[in-house]
């Protein structure tokens, strides 16, 4: 079991994209999918690679973890744009003050 995912679970703790439902044929000839528009619907996960979507299909029982996975993720990412915006302004009411300084001194 690698070092991301949890004892309790086969899923790792946090996972990027978004949950989705496949409608497929499974490929079988005389299957009802195959002869009428009824299909197979399976949960899977779509992610973005480098530009381009890529889909893992999801056993039903990781479904729960998964979600959790992706609300975790975007959980840390929504806290860490924040830390990064209250940088900014921190960064820049600093430059202005030093500025402010450097005026009054000359
Ligand atoms: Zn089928």
């Known amino acids: 079991m690698s070092p991301m995912a949890s004892s309790k679970t086969r899923v790792p703790r946090m996972l990027r994209g978004s949950l989705v439902t496949l409608?497929?044929?499974?490929?079988?000839?005389?299957?009802?999918?195959?002869?009428?528009?009824?299909?197979?619907?399976?949960?899977?996960?779509s992610y973005s690679d480098?530009?381009?979507?890529?889909?893992?299909?999801?056993?039903e029982s990781d479904v729960a973890a998964v979600t959790a996975a992706l609300e975790r993720y975007r959980a840390a990412k929504a806290e860490l744009d924040e830390q990064a915006v209250?940088?900014?302004?921190?960064?820049?009411?600093?430059?202005?003050?030093?500025?402010?300084?450097?005026?009054?001194?000359?």
């Open 86 to 106: 209250a940088g900014l302004v921190a960064l820049t009411e600093r430059v202005a003050a030093d500025r402010a300084t450097r005026r009054k001194g000359r």
């Open 23 to 45: 409608r497929r044929r499974c490929g079988k000839p005389n299957c009802h999918c195959a002869t009428t528009v009824q299909r197979h619907e399976a949960p899977a996960l």
């Open 50 to 59: 480098h530009g381009r979507t890529r889909v893992v299909m999801l056993a």
